[in-house]
């Protein structure tokens, strides 16, 4: 167990497709219950829900988890997470997004073991080569282009690369966000940026200020929560491969 690391999961109460999503029933367990018990296998030291609605508070330390109630006006998960981690010691913070329950250890410790390798990473997050073409021109899924050295260069709802000549390859951003603690809380100073107010995409606000987000890809995809739809899809899945996630099984 690493006891430098925690992890905020930032569960706020309002959706306009899918009200109070943290708390939406999905096989007989609230969506937070599924994020939680994948995160509880991760290599974290602390687990900490950044809520703005006592219901969602409540739930959590019933479930033996911590609970922070953070101000309604906060305009990202980040900053959320950093309202949270100001006031702990851990070097490195985790952002995981409630809309996400089939975050694991396969996704979240090597973030984790990036930044513990190297000094120069403050952010790490995850990509996945997108495999369905319906994915490419829906906003709801963030695209995102990186140099050769893994390094972002651009996130959009829009399809990116421009495909003017045949033979691009997609990926996508999913999962969640690993900072070094001293960067979230510099993030969290910088006022939103034109670009991240234009896409609604937080990570532009880094990259407008000239800083590196590194990316690492992942084989596995994750199913996000935003519609009634997502939630038959998730359902689905664990009628049917709910195997291939031990951690939710135990």
Known sequence: MNKDVLAVVPARY??????????????????????????????????????????????????????????????????????????RDADIVLNVQVDDPMVGPDMIDPLIA??????????????????KEEEIPNPNIVKVVFD????????????????????ATYYKHIGPYCYRKSFLLEFDSWPQTPLERIESLEMLRILERGYDILCLETERDTIEIDTPDDVSAFERYLREHGDDLPWLKK
């Open 114 to 131: 990036a930044l513990g390798k190297s000094e120069e990473i403050d952010i790490a997050l995850l990509v996945k080569r997108i495999e």
């Open 148 to 167: 050769q050295r893994w390094r972002a260069l651009y996130f959009s709802r829009s399809p990116i690369p421009y495909e003017r000549n045949k033979g």
């Open 14 to 87: 309002g959706s306009t497709r899918l009200p109070c999503k943290p708390l939406v029933n999905i096989c007989g367990k609230p969506l937070l219950y599924w994020v939680l018990k994948g995160l509880s296998a991760c290599n974290v030291d602390e687990i900490v829900v950044a809520t703005d609605h006592k219901e969602i508070a409540d739930y959590a330390i019933e479930e033996g988890y911590e609970a922070v109630m953070t101000p309604l006006d906060l305009p990202s998960g980040s900053n959320r997470t950093a309202w949270v981690a100001r006031e």
